[in-house]
Structures are given as structure tokens and as C-alpha cells.
């Protein structure tokens, strides 16, 4: 990867480690929808204005169609149900789970032909961390809820769905345009189901994550993850998910005195030497021509 993709990788990491300690602090007073609906709110409308600036509603309306379904496949459904599995699961196991994104994500990228073919050391690589969180699954399923389990897989797929979508049909959109208008739609759908459950009180901790989710994680990532997929494309993107357990564990531990014991001594590694492989297996050339269309991408806005 190029120098600025890897500095987007780094911060990407560390970014999206975050939101699963977030989401689990916001649980204590918040149902998964009134979290969604004040995420997607901050982050929306803090952007709008910026995007009504850009003032690019001839693509709007050219892709909305695009958008709505990204709206859907990224967000709506994802958040849902990753907010309902750490109801029953620690933050940081979530976080774990959520590195299967990469495996979704190269194989949609095979079915839609962004990727040719894969082979050598980042092949190796997703082979490593996807079995680094087997054995992290094996080793929490008697005692994780199963139905907790599948939502976070099914979000990590939507995970790896979304950013394929967006490359594929997306591209032509400036990234605040399509961020703030993506959490918008979201914001939309959970409006009902967010205004019948606010909280009497909410305290400062859950307020200040839930604005976490929204500006850092949501407003913050989505613009620096879209760059990223503008550099190094939609399957190599979702490698930052090898990264976040790191983040996600560390913070689950030091904050939630979260224990996950041989599950992390074991998976864990797995998962940053499968982080590390995937990345770097990557050919120049394939990263010459990545870094050449983003780089034109952005000359175009």
C-alpha cells in the first residue's frame, strides 16, 4: 500500500476498535434503536450542511437508488443487530467476531471481479486471522449466546457488502455527500422506533458515547474508510478489520474489565499476523494502479 493508505489504515484501526465499548456502555439507558437514531442524527446532520454545499444533487438523484440500498446494507441492519448481540456478549468479543469481514469482503469482491485472483502471502493471511477467530469462537461458544453469535456475523458481512456497493455504484459520489446523506436514510428509518423509547435520563458517559458513535466512529470513519477504498479498493479495505480487535479488546479490558482469557491469548495473535500478512501480501503494481484511480478520484472533486 501507498504511504497515505497506510496511515489511513492505522487511524482506521484504532477508529473502528471504539464503537463496540461505545455501544456497550449506551446499552445500560439506550435500546439499539435510540442508539442508532442519535448516531446516525449527529453525524448527519453535522455533515449536511457541507454537503448541501457541495451541492451535488445531480448525483443524488442519480444514485439514490445506490444509496438507500447502501444506506440499508452498511448501516440499518448492521447496527441493529450488533447493538442486539452485545446484549449478550462482551464488547470486545464482538470486536473479534467482527474480523470475518475481510473473508466476506474477498469473496464479494471476487463475484463482482474487482479482484482478478488472490494468492501468495495475503491469501495466507486471511486463512491466519480467519482461523484466529474460529478459534475464538470455539472457544466462547458454550458460554455466548448462538443467536448473539450470527448477528455479529451477519453484520460483518454488511460490513464487506457495503464498501463493494459503494465502489461499484457509489464511486462518482463526494465522500461528505454520500456520508451525510447515507446516515440520514438511516436516521429516517429509526425515527419511530427511537422516539418511542427515549430515556427519562440519559448521563454523561452514555451521552459522550453516542456521541463517539456518531462524530468518531460514523462522521469521522466513513469519510477516512471511503478514502481508504479509493486507494487500495473495497476487499483490502476490510483488512482494517484485522486491526480493530486489538483496540476492541484493550479497551473492553481496561475500561469494562472484560475477560476473555485463552480466547484472546490464542485467536487473538492469529488475527494481527493475518492482519499483517493480508496487507502486505499485496502486489506494487496492484497498489501502483489503486493509488492511481483514487488519486484521479479525488482530482475529479
Same mark, same amino acid.
Given at each position: 500500500?501507498?504511504?497515505?493508505?497506510?496511515?489511513?489504515?492505522?487511524?482506521?484501526?484504532?477508529?473502528?476498535?471504539?464503537?463496540?465499548?461505545?455501544?456497550?456502555?449506551? %446499552?445500560? $439507558? *439506550?435500546? @439499539?434503536? +435510540?442508539?442508532?437514531?442519535?448516531?446516525?442524527?449527529?453525524?448527519?446532520?453535522?455533515? &449536511? #450542511? =457541507?454537503?448541501?454545499?457541495?451541492?451535488?444533487?445531480?448525483?443524488?438523484?442519480?444514485?439514490?437508488?445506490?444509496?438507500?440500498?447502501?444506506?440499508?446494507?452498511?448501516?440499518?441492519?448492521?447496527?441493529?443487530?450488533?447493538?442486539?448481540?452485545?446484549?449478550?456478549?462482551?464488547?470486545?468479543?464482538?470486536?473479534?467476531?467482527?474480523?470475518?469481514?475481510?473473508?466476506?469482503?474477498?469473496?464479494?469482491?471476487?463475484?463482482?471481479?474487482?479482484?482478478?485472483?488472490?494468492?501468495?502471502?495475503?491469501?495466507?493471511?486471511?486463512?491466519?486471522?480467519?482461523?484466529?477467530?474460529?478459534?475464538?469462537?470455539?472457544?466462547?461458544?458454550?458460554?455466548?449466546?448462538?443467536?448473539?453469535?450470527?448477528?455479529?456475523?451477519?453484520?460483518?458481512?454488511?460490513?464487506?457488502?457495503?464498501?463493494?456497493?459503494?465502489?461499484?455504484? %457509489?464511486? $462518482? *459520489?463526494? @465522500?461528505? +455527500?454520500?456520508?451525510?446523506?447515507?446516515?440520514?436514510?438511516?436516521?429516517?428509518?429509526? &425515527? #419511530? =422506533?427511537?422516539?418511542?423509547?427515549?430515556?427519562?435520563?440519559?448521563?454523561?458517559?452514555?451521552?459522550?458515547?453516542?456521541?463517539?458513535?456518531?462524530?468518531?466512529?460514523?462522521?469521522?470513519?466513513?469519510?477516512?474508510?471511503?478514502?481508504?477504498?479509493?486507494?487500495?479498493?473495497?476487499?483490502?479495505?476490510?483488512?482494517?478489520?484485522?486491526?480493530?480487535?486489538?483496540?476492541?479488546?484493550?479497551?473492553?479490558?481496561?475500561?469494562?474489565?472484560?475477560?476473555?482469557?485463552?480466547?484472546?491469548?490464542?485467536?487473538?495473535?492469529?488475527?494481527?499476523?493475518?492482519?499483517?500478512?493480508?496487507?502486505?501480501?499485496?502486489?506494487?503494481?496492484?497498489?501502483?494502479?489503486?493509488?492511481?484511480?483514487?488519486?484521479?478520484?479525488?482530482?475529479?472533486?
Amino acid at each position: 500500500m501507498n504511504r497515505r493508505a497506510w496511515v489511513l489504515f492505522a487511524i482506521m484501526g484504532v477508529i473502528w476498535g471504539l464503537p463496540y465499548i461505545f455501544i456497550k456502555i449506551a %446499552l445500560r $439507558e *439506550l435500546t @439499539p434503536e +435510540t442508539i442508532i437514531l442519535f448516531r446516525c442524527a449527529l453525524g448527519g446532520i453535522v455533515l &449536511l #450542511p =457541507f454537503a448541501i454545499r457541495e451541492g451535488r444533487f445531480d448525483l443524488m438523484r442519480k444514485h439514490w437508488r445506490g444509496l438507500l440500498l447502501y444506506s440499508v446494507i452498511e448501516m440499518v441492519i448492521p447496527w441493529y443487530l450488533l447493538a442486539r448481540a452485545e446484549q449478550h456478549m462482551p464488547s470486545s468479543f464482538a470486536g473479534l467476531l467482527i474480523s470475518v469481514a475481510p473473508i466476506a469482503g474477498l469473496i464479494l469482491a471476487l463475484a463482482f471481479r474487482s479482484e482478478a485472483h488472490v494468492h501468495g502471502l495475503r491469501l495466507i493471511g486471511l486463512v491466519v486471522g480467519f482461523v484466529g477467530v474460529a478459534i475464538v469462537v470455539g472457544i466462547n461458544a458454550g458460554s455466548t449466546n448462538a443467536l448473539a453469535i450470527t448477528e455479529v456475523v451477519i453484520t460483518a458481512c454488511g460490513y464487506a457488502l457495503g464498501p463493494v456497493l459503494l465502489n461499484h455504484y %457509489l464511486s $462518482e *459520489l463526494p @465522500p461528505v +455527500t454520500m456520508v451525510s446523506y447515507s446516515m440520514l436514510f438511516a436516521m429516517v428509518f429509526y &425515527l #419511530p =422506533f427511537g422516539l418511542t423509547h427515549l430515556p427519562h435520563h440519559l448521563n454523561a458517559e452514555v451521552a459522550g458515547c453516542v456521541a463517539g458513535l456518531g462524530l468518531l466512529c460514523s462522521l469521522t470513519g466513513f469519510i477516512l474508510f471511503y478514502l481508504l477504498i479509493l486507494d487500495v479498493g473495497p476487499s483490502r479495505a476490510t483488512v482494517v478489520t484485522y486491526v480493530n480487535p486489538i483496540i476492541a479488546v484493550l479497551a473492553g479490558v481496561i475500561f469494562l474489565h472484560e475477560h476473555l482469557g485463552s480466547a484472546v491469548a490464542y485467536g487473538l495473535p492469529l488475527v494481527i499476523i493475518g492482519s499483517v500478512l493480508a496487507t502486505w501480501g499485496a502486489t506494487q503494481q496492484s497498489d501502483a494502479r489503486s493509488a492511481a484511480k483514487g488519486s484521479a478520484g479525488i482530482e475529479e472533486r
